[in-house]
């Protein structure tokens, strides 16, 4: 199943979300339509407050094969940080350069309920960093040197009406 994309302004992307308690078929079947949803719009990761869902939830890849995240941590990153563009589904149309650390070291339980301690870099890395910032109701946008912000701030405002338009017509 497809979901629809939550974008910038919708409640969802700053609520709290919750720590799965339980890898149920509801939970493997949520991952997957993630899957879906994110293979759908070509993106590279998505997590679960971007459809809705205020679930500590991502799934992300980057052209390597899918990774289902359940429960992150980030328990390690390094100092050497890397500044590259970055763009999110739920901020469509806009890129700007974001500051990440270039390695990480991340737990985190996959669909098996296995816990998988990973160390990642680069890309990867960076992904995961975004996609972490979700589940802390965080969008990249907050991480912009602030002439970036002021650049956007009015499309920020456009998105956010037209998506108070788009729900009212539902
Ligand atoms: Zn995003």
Known sequence: MIYEIRTYGDPCLIDL??????????????????????????GVGLAAPQIGVNKQLFVIDIGNG??????PEIIEMSDD?????????????????????????????NENKEIVEEEMEGFLAKAFQHENDHLN????????SPISRRMISKKLQLMKKARVKNSTKK
Request: charged content about 35%; proline content about 3%; glycine content about 4%.
């Open 137 to 144: 109701g965080v969008l990249f946008i907050e991480r912009i």
């Open 81 to 109: 940080c890397n500044e590259s563009d970055e763009g999110c589904l739920s901020v469509p149309g806009i890129y700007k350069k974001v500051k990440r650390a270039n390695r990480i070291k991340v737990r985190y339980l």
């Open 17 to 42: 979300n919750q720590l799965v308690v339980d890898v149920d078929d509801e939970t493997k079947k949520l991952l997957d339509d993630m899957l879906e949803t994110m293979y759908d719009t070509s």
């Open 66 to 71: 899918p990774r289902k995240v359940i429960n």
